[in-house]
């Protein structure tokens, strides 16, 4: 059984909200903040999960190589914004001893971990520059497992070019990765994902799939 605790989890008041939440269960979605979403994902449903069949075979993970930055860092520079593009997600680690890459390393994060990682503060966020402009057309994203520590990622929104495309909404630990297909493809530059609540963000890795 897993006993380390990440450092900012020995805050007492917090230790009691993530305790009421995980006593509400999974299927009792928390509110979403008061956003925009296509009607394909209006808040408090379910994104899809299923990749559309017709996306082109031509698409890849553009996310990869590419400049990625964030609101804020937690303990600099063991959980940069790059760790969120590194193209290392679910795979076991060697150097984090056998644990996938979305296990935080609490006793020397720096480079044992594939996870960016923000300080707390509201609509703490995370994005990729891919360069120029491309079409999107599916996001996939690999939350943190380790630690119950996932349930702080909730209601995130996905923008591409400041432009809000929806709300992933939920979660209460109920997801080890998600894949977002776009109603429709949308051409552009920057993808955000930011975090609906007023907490540390960090995920394992996020893709961008488009052409
Ligand atoms: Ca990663």
């Known amino acids: 059984m897993d006993t380390i605790t990440e450092p900012e989890e020995h805050d007492a008041s917090r230790r009691n909200l993530m305790k009421k939440a995980v006593v509400a269960g999974a299927v009792v979605w928390t509110a979403p903040v008061v956003m925009s979403a296509p009607a394909a994902f209006a808040a408090g449903s379910v994104?899809?999960?299923?990749?559309?069949?017709?996306?082109?075979?031509?698409?890849?993970?553009?996310?990869?190589?590419?400049?990625?930055?964030?609101?804020?860092?937690?303990?600099?520079?063991?959980?940069?914004?790059?760790?969120?593009?590194?193209?290392?997600?679910?795979?076991?680690?060697?150097?984090?001893?056998?644990l996938s890459y979305q296990n935080w390393n609490f006793a020397n994060p720096c480079n044992t971990n594939s996870i960016f990682h923000t300080d707390t503060g509201p609509g703490e966020w995370w994005q990729v520059d891919l360069g120029s402009s491309f079409t999107i057309d599916k996001i996939v994203l690999y939350n943190r497992i380790d630690n119950s520590a996932q349930t702080r990622a909730q209601n995130i929104t996905l923008s591409i070019d400041g432009v809000s495309q929806g709300i992933i909404p939920g979660t209460i630990g109920s997801w080890n990765s998600v894949t977002w297909t776009l109603p429709s493809p949308v051409v552009g530059q920057v993808i955000r994902v930011t975090n609906g609540v007023t907490n540390y963000f960090h995920l394992a890795e996020v893709e961008v799939w488009g052409h």
């Open 47 to 98: 994104p899809p999960t299923t990749p559309n069949p017709t996306l082109p075979p031509s698409d890849t993970n553009l996310a990869p190589g590419h400049t990625a930055s964030m609101s804020s860092v937690y303990a600099s520079p063991c959980n940069s914004a790059a760790l969120g593009n590194d193209g290392l997600s679910t795979q076991a680690n060697p150097t984090n001893g056998g």
